[in-house]
């Protein structure tokens, strides 16, 4: 079935690193792959999210690459702070269809 | 900026019990989904609605559950005799479809006695 995998799980990075995630998906079908940020207790917030018709975008110090030969796709932080530590999520999906969540990744950003 | 709404907050209920999860979704918005999410696991989808019938469910959206658009702006989930297995974090979701951002509601917790 419908599956994405999503590396690591867990991730500690000092302020002002890089930090990267990775997420893959199954259906080669998807074509809307957005990234949702959780900090405990929270709903899931859109950060970020890539179409199948775009290989790269950014915002500010977010970005995130889709492969979709490999159906790999990543979220990059830059300059991390503090405030981004919180538990990151991968989706994908077609269109007007479910997403399908990753497992998450609990980002920890050391000041 | 318009939000996702969701009630209640949280809600505790005995095994066996109905109950009903209610949401608000934005307004211009057409497509509508449940997710959950059980403690320390990822997002679930559950089931997705427009125009006015479930255009895809889950595995886990069993006869036990169903959804309505009572009027114009809630969105429900019920779920007709609980288990202890079904208590997880609710979230509802709104979009207005075309592979477009879905929006997240904040959230019902819901406990299983």
């Known amino acids: 079935g419908e599956n994405v995998e999503q590396h690591p799980s867990t991730l500690s990075v000092q302020e002002g690193d890089s930090a990267v995630i990775k997420c893959t998906y199954s259906d080669s079908a998807s074509n809307y792959f957005p990234w949702y940020k959780q900090e405990l207790g929270k709903r899931p917030q859109l950060i970020i999210d890539i179409r199948s018709n775009v290989g790269e975008k950014k915002d500010q110090r977010i970005a995130v690459t889709l492969n979709k030969t490999a159906k790999h796709f990543s979220l990059h932080i830059t300059e991390t702070q503090p405030e981004d530590s919180a538990v990151y999520f991968c989706a994908a999906g077609i269109d007007t269809d479910k997403l399908i969540f990753g497992t998450g990744t609990r980002l920890q950003v050391f000041p | 900026e318009p939000e996702v709404t969701q009630t209640p907050s949280h809600q505790v209920t005995q095994m066996g019990q109905e109950v009903i999860l209610r949401c608000v979704p934005i307004?211009?918005?057409?497509?509508f989904y449940w997710y959950r999410q059980i403690l320390g696991q990822k997002v679930e989808f559950l089931v997705s609605f427009y125009n006015n019938e479930i255009s895809e469910k889950s595995e886990i959206f069993d006869d036990q559950f169903s959804v309505e658009r009572p009027d114009g702006s809630n969105f429900t989930l019920k779920i007709r005799s609980t288990k202890l297995e079904d208590s997880a974090m609710y979230f509802c979701a709104s979009g207005t479809g075309g592979g477009e951002t879905q929006y997240f509601g904040p959230g019902t917790r819901l406990l299983v006695l």
């Open positions: 307004s211009n918005h057409l497509y």
